[in-house]
């Protein structure tokens, strides 16, 4: 699998004043991503402190592991809002439909700030590929490649 990390990606515009939020149909703590660091046409990079009190911690104060893939996830939402309508005014539908070659290298807890790097490695029709990598630092933590299905015609937030 090809390794995607903040050292591999394009260089990217810095910084985004978007919060996440703004991007995703996600709201309050549903919403697990702070802010969008970095968008280009293919890639994201977002970040997220994980407070004592962040929904995907479990009761140890660690990330419970699913929770990598959730952060990838919506920061390759922010990433398919953000290329469908750059203003951020109408979130679309996205499913998450496979995850593949996950690794965890080392585990996140409470008081951690992340950095997750989305790329798109492919595109067909209303499907895409997208690696991802989780880092504390310079710390590769999780990586993977995540695929998503995104219909054109329906919006999941009311006009």
Known sequence: MNKISKYSMPKLL???PHRAEQLLPHKKRMCCIDNLIALHDQEAVAEVFLHPEHILLNGE??????????LAAQTAGVLHAAKMDPSGA???????????????H??????????????????????????????????????????????????IMPN
Do not use: H, W
């Not at 104060?61 to 959730?70: K, N, W």
């Not at 008081?111 to 990598?133: H, Q």
């Not at 504390?136 to 299905?149: C, I, N, S, T």
């Open 90 to 104: 109408a979130p679309r539908l996205a499913m998450l439909t496979g995850v593949q070659n996950f690794i965890v």
């Open 61 to 70: 104060g660690m990330l419970d592991r699913c929770g990598f893939i959730e």
């Open 14 to 16: 810095l910084p985004i």
């Open 106 to 155: 080392a585990d996140a807890f409470a008081g951690d700030k992340l950095n997750i790097y989305v790329s798109i490695i492919g595109e067909i029709v209303d499907m895409s590929s997208l690696l991802f990598s989780i880092g504390r630092g310079d710390e590769l933590l999780a990586e993977g490649r995540l695929k998503v299905f995104m219909p054109e015609s329906e919006s």
